[in-house]
């Protein structure tokens, strides 16, 4: 028998969210209110009302599927899935780590007599399959999925399309009969959501993208009286009812610490800590984990690791040089970036120049650098560039001649891959460093590289989720160009297990045989 941990409840508000029959039911709360193991117990709880079938013996068989998705395999192993073993045991059950992820077992429902040793008359069979949207489409991502309910984990990130198209998903599964099928709904857990984001409309608007009046209409009818849409509001961490600070490590003292170290960031402990909605600000930083004490310092270059020099070709070209250490961690080394005088602009620059100031750099840099250690990628677009007005590919080719050494293509130019990169390793523990000498690249990460204003119709700006073209712009997708090369590391950020080759023994020894 696997051991169970016994779970306590967050608070009333989580509680009722677990109960409510909503089609989508929203839970929303601050950092550490127990949310996503209110939706995922939630999760349990559709699965269990799902009708049977009665055997033989008088036992009932119940089967469910359920959904889980976000916006990344990583986020979903770092995050969502450590809340999930809490419930279910890696252990229990068959676990699958081949993307998409599924964890299958059962459950008693209910044995004879009501007691521990009683034989089991009402089970669960269950299965709950973890998916990531990554570099597709919702489509993509989603195509195929028969389950009766899917939980969307930290819902305002995710793509505005994803929960129109999730409604024609749910309530599709069951081995048993379509009659069988109860409740289907669509679970959204994240924090409060910025006032212009697509769930909070959702939320607290009741606007559902993509969908007609008719639509609406068809839709509530076949509810047959459920609430279309419920939201579950839990209280601010520092009110008086905040919930789930009896699992929480210091008790209401983690928000007390939350505040203390986010004071300078106002916007962040109102939506985190408050639990309060607040207007998006505009310049918003891409690279938010990026901290200056922990992320920057002397570093000094590993002979016999490549050094991989990521290009971002153009009239405004710029470079990032960096390293893969013996723990996959990145390691920025050198930058190449062409600054006028007052360091405020960026000077034009022609392919011939940026390739010899390119190699001048890396020759005072690693004088000791040996071609074959050097590794220089540039985006995969400018390589079919030939019928674009500015040229890139014969760009690429004069900065290739002036540099000395081939450029290959990047691995992908996808925005989400190349920013996951970064992101990823600036989340991990000693998985990202930069040398103090590239100023304009730590400039770029400390908000120079950042989402770009909107207007909207009042003409008050707030952030839109399209990366600004500023001076710190190309330094950083030359970075993330280099951050993408490696082994398996693409594989990797898409959740996928590297492939591995089988070893074959042609010899004619026997390995069975001992020594003798």
Known sequence: MTPRRRLVSPGPVADAFMRSRAFISIIIGPVGSGKTMAALQKGLRVGALQK???????????????????????SLQSTTLKSWFNIVPEAEGNFQWKPPYTHSFR????????????????????????????????????????????????????????????????????????????????????????????????????????????????LATALQGRPLIERFVQPGGREPDAENLHNLPNGRGYYVLQVAANKHKPGYVARMVDNKPVPMQHGLPVNASFTFTEHVRPLIFIPRRKLILGVDQGLFAAAAGLQRDFDNAIRTLVEVVNLDERGKALKKVGPTAFGQRCKAVLSNRFPDLAPEDLRVVADPAAFAADDREDNEHDWLLAFQAAIGVRVHRAKSNRAALRNEAIWRALDARGGYSIDESCKHLIKAHLGGYRYQKATLQTGETRGHLEI??????????????????????????????????????DSDFDVHQGVR
């Open 107 to 218: 459950r008693v429902l209910r044995r004879e007599g009501n007691v521990r040793d009683g034989r089991p008359i009402d089970v669960l069979d269950i299965e709950f399959e973890f998916r990531a949207i990554g570099d597709q489409s919702v489509e993509e991502a989603c195509r195929g999925w028969e389950v009766n309910a899917v939980i969307i984990d930290e819902a305002d990130l995710q793509p505005e399309d994803l929960v129109p198209f999730l409604t024609g998903r749910v309530g599709r599964f069951s081995d048993l009969s379509p009659e069988s099928v109860v409740d289907p709904q669509i679970i959204c857990s994240l924090n409060m959501p910025d006032i212009e984001n697509h769930i909070y409309r959702l939320a607290f608007d009741g606007e559902l993208g993509g969908m007609s009046e008719q639509d609406r209409a068809d």
């Open 468 to 505: 600004a073209d500023t001076i710190y712009t190309h330094v950083a997708d030359a970075e993330q160009y280099a951050a993408l090369e490696g082994e398996h590391v693409v594989s990797g950020l898409r959740g996928k297990s590297p492939r591995t080759r089988a070893v074959r023994n």
């Open 52 to 74: 049977g079938t009665v055997d033989a013996k008088g036992v009932t068989w119940r089967k469910a599927r359920i959904g889980v998705i976000r916006e990344s395999y990583p």
